[in-house]
Each structure stands twice: as C-alpha cells, then as structure tokens.
C-alpha cells in the first residue's frame, strides 16, 4: 500500500469535519485531501481531485446522504465509509447504506474517556485503509428525482476508478466431517457475503455463530433483515442463547461472544471486555472458544476483511480438529483477514462465496460430528456433488 489514501469528508457539521480531519491525519497511511458540507460541495470537490476514499454522513441538508451514496455508487463507484449517528441507532438507512454499496458503517465519534477515543480513532482510521483497499462492485444506476440533476451530483467528467468485477464459478470439497456448530467471522465486505451464504442455507444447516464487526446496536437491525431475507433462522446474540440446527446467532456489537459447552450442546456467552485485535467483539474471541469447546466437531469459515483478527483462532481450531474453509481473493472486497489464515496455516480448503454454502449444507447433513468424527484431510480435495 504504498503512499498515504486521499480522503474526502462530507459533512454539514463543521466540529465534525475537524474532528474527523485530525482523526485521519493522525494515521501515517491516510491524507485528508478536501471536506464538504454537502454532496454538492463534494461533487465538485471530486471533479477537481478524485479521492481514494469518502467518509460520508447520512443526514445532511440539501441531499442526504443516502441518495448521494445510490448515485455515486451508479455513476462513479468510489470506495464510501458511513460516518453517522444512524449507526449508533441501528437504523434501517445505515443498513440501506450497506447494500447501496458503501463498505463500511461505523458510529461518529463523541467526547468520551481516553479509551474511548483511541478505540474511535483506531476503528475509524482503519475502515477508511480498508475502504481504500476494496474491490468495489458497481451498482446499478438509481431512479433519479426530476427535481435534481444528476450530472451536477456525480460531474462526467470525472474519471471512473473501478471496473466490474468477473464472476467466480463455484466449487467445493467434503472433509468427512459434519459440524456441530459453525463459526463464521467477516469484517469489511462482510454484511454482502453474509447474506449471500445465509441464503443458500436451509434448515439442516448445523448452528451457526457469527462475529461480523459492527457498530453496537447495528447488529440487531442487521439481524432482523437477515431473518426476512433467508431461510433459516437469525437473530441478536444474547447471553446463554443455545446453539440450534437451522440457526445464525450474530455476535452483538461492542460485546464479546463465546461458545460453552451446556449439556449436551453448546450455549453463548456474551460479555464485555477490552478490544482483540482492535475489534470488540472479535473473531479470534469466538474462534478460540470454538477450538476450546467443540473441537473436531466445529467447521471454521473465515470471510472478507480487512486485518488479522481470526488468524489465531482460526489455527487453534484447526488444531483441535476443526475443519477451516477461507473466502479466496477473487470474491473478497478485501482479501486480508482469510489471507492471514490462510498464511498462518489454519485453512483447510480455500473456495470462492458462492462455493462455501453447499460444502457447509454437505458437511451438515453426513452426521458424523455427533458422534465425534474427526474431519478426513484426504477427502478436502473432492469436489462437492
């Protein structure tokens, strides 16, 4: 990643944008290049320099922000981090935001305890890197209001950035193990991917326990849409919440998620506690309870993101047995978190999104976790039929 990202803020509030500013230039990997209190301000700001990323509110004068991500991402796809209190709310336009094509959603800063600020600034600074790292799909072009040009939102003459991206075609492997449970963790990119597996899933899916990073509160709308979108069953973690075949329990933001035994099954631990590897909650939290508590009878899944945060624990699971599947490079927005298991040695099979819900349907339904199997390596290489 060689040279500093540009960065563009667009926000009506000027504390805002100079809090912000000193935030992004206190990191050695980022520039902030221009500041905008509008989209109209911002569009013209882009014609004269286009940026590597925009840090984008959602409620501004004039045009919210909403409806300059849908045009930008049509007209002019350039990597978007959401900056809002919509966030700290879990509110449905922050989670719009995410399918509209902005790459991450993160709370705007407030005055707090030390602690607290350099947690802000860490989490800030490093969606904005990992924006900048993105391989962004364009969007399809939204209905346009007659009352506003386009062409004055998104100038032509600025220069496009991102080409379409090539589909992947799908492919898969049984390891002759059926999981008790299934771990999965995603970061950047992660909201898309999730919702792409989720719904190739159905109800003999194994239990499934999820740590995407999140703002607190977001989960639970995230959550809730997931629900009416797929098959199987979704919701907010909560503490002591048992592990059901047919069920995704997503980690709730700004908590730490476990996995316990309980009987003859497995049981959430939800709690507070300092950031691992600068998230909270963290995938190598969840994964290292899962090596811990369910062992060979656990299938890993690691997907996009930005970082290492699921490495380790990826690796200690697959030392007590657990079969790991990574999201290659091809379909990842940003292929570090899977890169670093992979790297460290923790990844039983590689395979691209649209691969990895059938091997976890395959897995789900051989039976042989409840009695213990241990997952055959020799079988990684068959294709799924």
Known sequence: MPGKRGVLIVDDSATVRATLTELLNSDERLEVVAVAGDPYIAAAKIEKRVPDVIVLDLEMPRMDGLTFLKRLMAQHPIPVVICSSAA???????????????IEVIAKPRIGTKQYLEETRATLCDAV????LANLRPRRQPAVSPKLNADVIIPKSAPRRFAARQPVASNGAS??????LIAIGASTGGTEALLTLLQELTGE?????????????FTQAFANRLNQLCEI???EAKDGDTIEPGLALIAPGNWHTLVRVKGSGYALEVKPG???CRHRPSVDVLFRSVAQSAGPKAVGVILTGMGD?????????????????????????????????????????TLPLNGIAPLLMKLSSEGMARSGARPNREMASLPVS
């Not at 700290?88 to 902005?102: D, M, T, V």
């Not at 890197?129 to 900048?132: P, Q, T």
């Not at 239990?207 to 607190?216: A, K, L, R, S, T």
């Not at 490079?329 to 923790?346: H, L, T």
Request: with cysteine.
């Open 274 to 276: 300092p950031q691992v």
């Open 88 to 102: 700290e709310k879990g509110s449905a336009k922050a989670f719009e935001a995410l399918e509209a094509g902005a």
């Open 233 to 235: 069953a979704i919701r």
């Open 309 to 349: 945060d699921g490495a380790e624990g990826m690796l200690e699971m697959k030392q007590a047995g657990a079969y790991n599947i990574a999201q290659d490079e091809a379909s990842c927005v940003v292929f570090g978190m899977p890169n670093q298991a992979i790297k460290r040695g923790g990844v039983d099979k």
């Open 175 to 180: 390891s002759g193990l059926a999981p008790g």
């Open 205 to 217: 899916a194994a239990g499934i326990v999820i740590v995407q990073h999140m703002p607190e509160g």
């Open 129 to 132: 890197v990992a924006a900048s």
